[in-house]
């Protein structure tokens, strides 16, 4: 599967939209991109996916560019909940591995 | 739904002691993951079953680590004997085996072996 990178931290204010940002510059075809983030002290959660189309549910958006080498979530109203590290994963249909990298630490600020 | 459920969520044991961590799937899921976390690796798979048949083993770190799934609704993963090393948070996932869906994670057992 591609490897991602992810910038190590960001913070946002209480209320604004969070962008948080994904490159995936050696994504193949038939590999979708993933979201989880985890919250202290609980198992990932499961945000998102999508393949080349953008994406939106109730608890945020996918924004994949055109080339698919890079995507952005956004989470449009962030709350002090929304605090936690931003998993963005490449993982192939037929393959059951996700792999992990270090992630997005996000703070949400008051 | 009352999603992926993991006991203990905490356990503390001495060096060389038998350890049983227990996960309950989600109704319906076929596929069940079991995951280690420590600071220094991050997220691993250990092991990986589908229909209740292991699939991929080749996460579990040596001959001390076993996992069962004796039915859909029940797994364990049992570390005898337990060394220091093992200390981490140990996550149950699992996943309706459809394509792209996504893996639901139990709030995991954080082991202590002292």
């Known amino acids: 599967d591609a490897k991602t990178t992810q910038p190590p931290s960001m913070d946002c204010a209480e209320g604004r939209a969070a962008n948080l940002p994904c490159n995936h510059s050696?994504?193949?075809?038939?590999?979708?991109v993933y979201w989880y983030r985890q919250i202290h002290s609980q198992g990932p959660q499961y945000i998102i996916h999508?393949?080349?189309?953008?994406e939106t549910n109730e608890m945020a958006s996918l924004i994949i560019t055109e080339d698919r080498k890079s995507s952005t979530l956004i989470l449009p109203h962030a709350t002090l909940r929304d605090t936690a590290v931003y998993y963005c994963i490449v993982r192939a249909n037929s393959n059951y591995q996700l792999i992990w990298g270090a992630g997005t630490k996000l703070i949400i600020k008051p | 739904d009352a999603g992926v459920i993991q006991s203990p969520r905490h356990e503390v044991t001495e060096m060389g002691q038998e350890v049983t961590l227990r996960c309950k799937p989600i109704?319906?899921?076929?596929?069940l993951f079991w995951y280690r976390q420590t600071m220094m690796r991050g997220l691993e798979l250990l092991i990986y079953?589908?229909?209740?048949?292991?699939?991929?083993d080749s996460g579990m770190p040596e001959d001390r680590f076993s996992a069962k799934m004796p039915n859909a609704s029940f797994s364990t993963l049992k570390i005898q004997p337990s060394e220091p090393r093992d200390s981490a948070v140990y996550f149950c996932a699992s996943s309706s085996g459809q394509p792209n869906s996504p893996l639901h994670f139990g709030n995991g057992t954080r082991l202590t072996v002292t």
């Open positions: 999508g393949l080349k189309n953008n």
């Open positions: 079953f589908n229909n209740n048949v292991p699939i991929d």
């Open positions: 109704s319906g899921h076929n596929s």
């Open positions: 050696t994504i193949s075809g038939n590999e979708y």
